[in-house]
């Protein structure tokens, strides 16, 4: 038999997520928040991918972001894992859960941090694709 990999399987359609007002440090790096202050390129690809493969990539997996910045890579992230957890039981008959931890070394960042995954889950609580307690950050 062969394995066959994410990369090798055809993605899921892209679907609208959700949204809610991301916030950035301004001037971050300049004033010593470093390079976490601001939304990269590989944040938003991250969250797409992830979007394509949602089952295949976090469903029943301990995610483990490092340098999480001001968060919208695992924001994203965990949105699609709660579409694909929501659709039910894994081929053992448990939940298909994903433990999300975001992570992050300035201290000004992981405030940041925390600030937009609360507006994130207030955002879209009638949604019920992102709950407040739902990612834990260090």
């Known amino acids: 038999t062969s394995t066959t990999t994410a990369a090798q399987q055809q993605p899921h359609p892209p679907s609208k997520i959700f949204s809610f007002p991301l916030q950035e440090i301004n001037n971050g790096i ?3 928040a470093g390079t976490g202050c601001t939304t ?3 944040s938003i690809a991250m969250g797409l991918y992830f979007g394509m493969y949602p089952q295949e990539l976090l469903v029943g997996k301990d995610v483990l972001e490092l340098g999480s910045g001001v968060g919208l890579g695992g ?3 965990r949105v699609v894992s709660k579409r694909c957890e929501n659709r039910g039981k894994n081929s053992n008959g448990e939940e298909d859960s994903v433990r999300f931890t975001l ?3 300035n201290r000004d960042v992981i405030n940041m941090l925390r600030y937009n995954t609360t507006v994130a889950a207030a955002a879209n609580v009638s949604s019920g694709l992102l709950e407040s307690d739902e990612l834990h950050i260090e």
């Open 75 to 77: 924001i994203l992230a």
């Open 40 to 42: 990269w390129d590989s």
């Open 103 to 105: 992570s992050e070394v």
């Open 30 to 32: 300049q004033k010593g």
